[in-house]
T-cell receptor, first 112, second 112 residues
Framework: GESVGLHLPTLSVQEGDNSIINCAYS??????FIWYKQESGKGPQFIID?????DKRQGQRVTVLLNKTVKHLSLQIAATQPGDSAVYFC???????????FGPGTRLSVLP | NAGVTQTPKFQVLKTGQSMTLQCAQD?????MYWYRQDPGMGLRLIYY???????DKGEVPNGYNVSRLNKREFSLRLESAAPSQTSVYFC???????????FGQGTRLTVV
């Protein structure tokens, strides 16, 4: 069935370094992907999205890359800051846009 | 502008008790969702409502019922709570199924 997963459940990076969080998806028919950030005790918050007709999209300090050939999605955070510490989820939009399928999440810890 | 509001924030139930989780959004969104979040499992879709008057099952609907009361409100009901339903529940809404979803702060439910 459909599934979205992450290669690394935890990631620790030094403050100021770049972070890369990976995600694999299995439904080749999916055409929309979103990265969410979830801080402790809060609901997920939208970071950035990308449609399948693109392979890269940039936001403020974040870049999402999409490789449809290998069904892989990544989130790059430049100059990681303590405030970036959170769990990051990728979401795959399926079922003609009516269903968000989330991966299990990657915890990002920023070391001083 | 409150976004997505969930009540209550915390609840403890005894096995067999019933309760309704409330969700309201003030963004005039068409689509609304209920997710549960368990450690290591990510977010799993319970039910969704693509538009007012419609509801559909998600990945884990057993033991739950929903009501899309109007465009603003989408409630989740547990008729006979079980310990396996101990989880954090998130409500979300989006303008359309393929647009970013906005999440509430979550309801932490414990069933003893």
């Amino acid at each position: 069935g459909e599934s979205v997963g992450l290669h690394l459940p935890t990631l620790s990076v030094q403050e100021g370094d770049n972070s890369i969080i990976n995600c694999a998806y299995s439904n080749s028919a999916s055409d929309y992907f979103i990265w969410y950030k979830q801080e402790s005790g809060k609901g997920p918050q939208f970071i950035i999205d990308i449609r399948s007709n693109m392979d890269k999209r940039q936001g403020q300090r974040v870049t999402v890359l999409l490789n449809k050939t290998v069904k892989h999605l990544s989130l790059q955070i430049a100059a990681t800051q303590p405030g970036d510490s959170a769990v990051y989820f990728c979401a795959e939009i399926t079922n003609y846009g009516q269903n968000f399928v989330f991966g299990p999440g990657t915890r990002l810890s920023v070391l001083p | 502008n409150a976004g997505v509001t969930q009540t209550p924030k915390f609840q403890v139930l005894k096995t067999g008790q019933s309760m309704t989780l409330q969700c309201a959004q003030d963004m005039n969104h068409n689509s609304m969702y209920w997710y549960r979040q368990d450690p290591g499992m990510g977010l799993r879709l319970i039910y969704y409502s693509a538009s007012e008057g419609t509801t559909d099952k998600g990945e884990v609907p057993n033991g739950y019922n929903v009501s899309r009361l109007n465009k603003r409100e989408f409630s989740l009901r547990l008729e006979s709570a079980a310990p396996s339903q101990t989880s954090v529940y998130f409500c979300a809404s989006s303008e359309q199924g393929w647009a970013e979803a906005f999440f509430g702060q979550g309801t932490r439910l414990t069933v003893v």
